[in-house]
């Protein structure tokens, strides 16, 4: 094991329960810069339906970002992410519609987390 939290984005369901007794701290470093845990949420939204936020305030952009967070919302329904809100590096602002990937324009966090909700209100 390499030491790193493993991600909870869009794991199957049976890794989920696992995660629950890993402790992952407010201050970590992501891509060799310090950052600072803003919001850690997991909202129930219906049977086998949830949504995970998770965003990073980070020293400077990751790497395709002009901001300065790390961020990754996910939408799940039964096991399956069906959206997917995330800045990984290189590959700047976008989204997961199912399968498909769509460029995002980042303006704010409330904005992104206001988008998130709507796309997942339309799903």
């Known amino acids: 094991m390499d030491g790193k ?7 199957p369901n049976i890794a989920l329960p696992l995660l629950s007794l890993t402790i992952l ?8 810069m310090k950052a600072h845990l ?4 997991r909202k129930i939204v219906g049977d086998g ?6 965003v990073w305030q980070v020293q400077q952009p990751v790497p395709g970002s002009t901001h300065s967070y790390k961020y990754r ?8 992410c069906v959206l997917r809100y995330d800045n990984e ?15 995002y324009t980042f303006t704010t966090l409330d904005q992104l ?9 339309r799903l």
């Open 25 to 32: 701290p407010d201050v970590a470093t992501l891509s060799n």
């Open 73 to 80: 919302l996910a939408y799940v329904v039964k096991g399956a």
């Open 5 to 11: 939290a493993p991600s909870r984005q869009c794991l």
């Open 89 to 103: 590096a290189g590959m700047g602002d976008h989204k997961h519609l199912g399968e498909r990937r769509v460029l």
């Open 113 to 121: 987390v206001e988008d998130f909700w709507a796309d997942a209100a």
């Open 38 to 41: 803003l919001i850690d949420e």
């Open 49 to 54: 339906v949830f949504a995970e936020i998770v």
